[in-house]
């Protein structure tokens, strides 16, 4: 039944064509078992999709698949053996006793966002807007309940940076060691007084191509961090009646912060992490930086937990299209409130630069004359620039792609070129979609079109926590 070179993550994109329907289905397995895997005809006998036990029924396995309009054939492997579900519609196919059934075609009047199948196997459940609250409910209850601490790894390292380091040897630091942030120790003060970020270094090469500005090229090598920041609250006028700055209270958390509050306080400063730091006056000691919170680590949390109790929260096994998150493309005739960034690989870097802050967000779809996905674009990528010096170049000259090769060719730990342009489909459940953005490094999921890649929208960390937090 299956080729001797299987390889279902090769294989996957090819489960339908260009402009093809999917209908997501879900299939079941009632008859128990300890692994049991599902193909079919539908992923052409190619594939096998892992099924997962249903919480509360161990002899209940299910599986969504996204499918095209048609008549499918499809058989169980269970424990190593192949078998039908005799309860099931099935016949005599090409691979033996095979179940089998249909898709309803859509009708034309149906927007694609909302489509919905029927089938003779079992078609994918609507959920009522109380069940819906039910389950963000659970979820945030279940945040509610742990707290940062939990978080921190068994071991591990926190880099963070003196605010008198000049700002270029900042710049290499973090492109070093492969991050995108890092927190700021002031050595006078005693305490922790900031973060330096990717956007900081946007914000800082915008301002070297600016006429006229202040801050050249040469100061770069040795202006610090403090008096960056000290200038960034000057062009942000934030500066009290006497003209000058007010320095702003570092956002960070306790060990013992509950996981909510730490995922709203990412969500309501916006910002990508959040230092853990544990101080106490009684001992007199400096305060100790555990740990660098993020929304991905927080939804790590939630996988590993809720992957195994999936049932309490069917919310989880809806597609992404059928519940309201992301951002998406906008259809004709359509209005969109936001509008959705994308460029070509010739546009200029500068243009990119200021697309992601005038547009506040943190990375932009690289597509080509069909709109399909090359690349994306993100804020950490920033970081790059320090291989070679190549921020003293003119930003106006340097395409995306340029860009983006030297960020191929730096090979730094913290984003892989496979996690950094990840995509799923419109048809991929909620749970799948926050086990993809909760690995390492990947902060968002570009929405594609099967089989031509065609981009319909992103789905980022913080969409799948405002969310599910409200």
């Given at each position: 039944?299956f ?26 397995w ?8 599902l ?59 095979v179940?089998t ?16 199948a ?50 270029k ?54 202006h ?10 000057y062009?942000n ?19 013992y912060?509950n996981?909510k509050?730490v ?15 544990h ?49 998406w ?6 209005s ?25 967000v943190?990375?932009?779809p ?15 990528d ?11 170049h ?24 496979s996690?950094?342009?990840q ?36 789905v980022s ?10």
């Amino acid at each position: 039944m299956f080729a001797s070179d299987m390889n279902p993550a090769r294989d996957a994109g090819r489960v339908t064509t260009a402009g093809m329907v999917l209908f997501p289905i879900q299939f079941t397995w009632p008859h128990g078992g300890r692994s049991v895997f599902l193909s079919g005809s539908f992923n052409r006998w190619t594939e096998l999709v892992p099924m997962s036990q249903v919480e509360g029924c161990p002899n209940v396995f299910q599986a969504v698949c996204a499918v095209p309009h048609g008549c499918h054939e499809y058989k169980f492997l269970v424990d190593g053996e192949w078998r039908h579900d005799e309860r099931q519609p099935h016949r005599n196919g090409e691979y033996g006793i095979v179940n089998t059934f249909d898709t309803l075609p859509v009708p034309a009047e149906v927007p694609q966002n909302r489509i919905s199948a029927v089938t003779l196997n079992q078609a994918m459940p609507r959920i009522l807007e109380q069940d819906l609250q039910a389950s963000c409910h659970r979820i945030s209850v279940f945040l509610a309940a742990h707290t940062a601490y939990e978080l921190l790894p068994e071991s591990g390292k926190v880099v963070a940076l003196d605010v008198d380091l000049p700002v270029k040897q900042a710049f290499h630091i973090l492109s070093e060691q492969g991050i995108p942030t890092a927190p700021l120790w002031d050595f006078s003060k005693g305490k922790f007084v900031g973060v330096l970020s990717a956007l900081d270094f946007i914000l800082i090469l915008r301002e070297l191509g600016n006429h006229g500005s202040n801050l050249t090229e040469e100061e770069l090598e040795t202006h610090t961090i403090s008096a960056w920041k000290e200038g960034k609250a000057y062009m942000n006028g934030q500066v009290d009646g006497h003209g000058r700055p007010i320095s702003r209270h570092l956002i960070h958390a306790g060990p013992y912060d509950n996981l909510k509050d730490v995922a709203l306080k990412l969500l309501q400063n916006g910002v990508a992490t959040v230092p853990i730091i544990h101080s106490s006056s009684e001992d007199g000691l400096f305060p100790q930086l555990l740990h660098l919170a993020s929304l991905s680590g927080i939804l790590k949390f939630i996988c590993r937990y809720f992957k195994h109790c999936s049932g309490s929260s069917p919310i989880l096994q809806l597609p992404i299209y059928a519940i309201p998150l992301g951002t998406w493309v906008p259809r004709i005739g359509e209005s969109s409130s936001r509008p959705f960034a994308m460029l070509r690989p010739t546009a200029s870097l500068s243009s990119a630069l200021n697309m992601l802050v005038q547009a506040q967000v943190s990375s932009i779809p690289i597509v080509d004359d069909n709109d399909s996905l090359l690349d994306i674009y993100c804020r950490s990528d920033i970081t790059a620039l320090a291989k070679g010096r190549a921020y003293t170049h003119n930003l106006n000259e340097m395409t995306v792609y340029q860009a983006l090769q030297l960020g191929q060719d730096s090979n730094t730990p913290f984003e892989t070129r496979s996690q950094r342009c990840q995509m799923c489909l419109r048809t991929d459940t909620l749970l799948k979609v926050m086990e993809q953005l909760a690995n390492p490094g990947v902060r968002r999921l570009v929405i594609v079109e099967a089989g031509s890649n065609r981009v319909e929208g992103i789905v980022s960390l913080t969409d799948i926590f405002r969310f599910l937090l409200g």
